[in-house]
């Protein structure tokens, strides 16, 4: 059924105006003033209200066996709340453990979210070995549009690469023109520091940030770019937590490196204090890179404005807390590290970016959507509203005030890390190609509408 949106005010990464869209099939057909809704159509009002691309979360765990437990979203959850949340796309970390044979950890990770995704997704494959067969594994997953990669920098002994894997694996993706998004902390240093931490009897989650200090991070970037720069591969840096790894960051990209930086939406509002609440409420806030001081926090904001950041993601990773962040109540080193977000990361931006007036919303757009469809070979399928493009639309009431809360929210996962908190402005209406997914806030949709992206590689 043909979709008109009337009224709205559209706004894109680098344009703002009144018009109707008609979306025909899954695509916008045309976009004007005064447009006429076909016969059999379904029309929204979007009239106060702006519309924006769907927005794209380009790092999320949902399947995630990891520090003896699982994950606690499953594609039916994740994406339900991903939508009502504005994001019409979501691209996964594949991680496979280090034994694990790389082509079936693929299909198991796809066989995860076949037909039980409300919306699009999409895949980075994890490279946790390099062998004889990468070589020809990976470019498989290419070939089935799977263009980028994950490699870990940190947890020595389970996702981590050694350097020579590390090294290979960026050779193979410049020779495939493919990006490697990477989690960059030196996996030894944070070791050391955490053995040293607990042997003195510091167990409590308060302890996480000490054994991942800034410079520990700092050091991981720095080691990408060189490995970078040797190799001409492109990269991208994953959560970034501080100042020193965005210092380090911006010496790469002066330097010529095809480097690029992400951000995580608990960054942008959360700080170090958290994850010291006594009775192991901290817990709730560990992850990695942990959350850091308020100066650093600032400077983030400081690089979402000047554009050093490039995209604002979640890295999704929900853990209970009565059953699963408890597994570390004597020793910090076996919290299941993640924060979950995906629920919030556009609220919380468009309420502490655009509303406090640190950031436009041409840029809050490009943020949360058009810069990672850019990266990843999604634009201009996605993160634009232009014709031909998808019609995944958000259309977003800046007028609605509302309050966050774990007995609302869609996340499969018994606590928010945002409990309470006001948020400015909501997704009221979400559509993915052409399909009301989210009405007043709430899912409507279908279960099953998401797909899988096959993305092609552009960075050759
Ligand atoms: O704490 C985090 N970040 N958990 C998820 C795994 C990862 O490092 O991305
Ligand atoms: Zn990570
Ligand atoms: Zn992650």
Redesign the pocket.
Known sequence: MPLLVKNGEIITADARYQADILCEGETISQIGPNLTAPPGADVVDATGKFVFPGFIDPHV?IY?P?MGTYAKDTYETASRAALVGGTTTTIE?VCPARGDDPLAAYELWKSQAAGKSACDYAFHFGVTRFDADTPKVLQKIVDDGTASFKV?L??KGAFGVDDAELFRTLELAKKLGVIVTA?CENAEAVSQLQQKLLAEGKTGPEWHEPSRPPSVEASGVEHLATFAELTGAHVYV??TSCSDALRAARRAKERGIKLWVETVAPYLVLDRTYAEQPNFEGAKYV??PPLRELPHQQAIWTALQSGLIDTVAT?H?PFDFAKQKEMGRNDFTKIP???PSIEERVHLLYTHGVAKGRIDLHRFVDLAGTKAAKLFGLFPRKGTIQPGADADLVIFDPSYRGTISAKTQQMNVDYSAFEGWTIIGRSDTVTVRGKVQVQGGKFIGDPQRGQMLRRPATHG
């Open positions: 765990h995630l990891f970390m870990f940190a947890y989690h994953v959560h992850m990695s890295d990773a590290n993640g924060i």
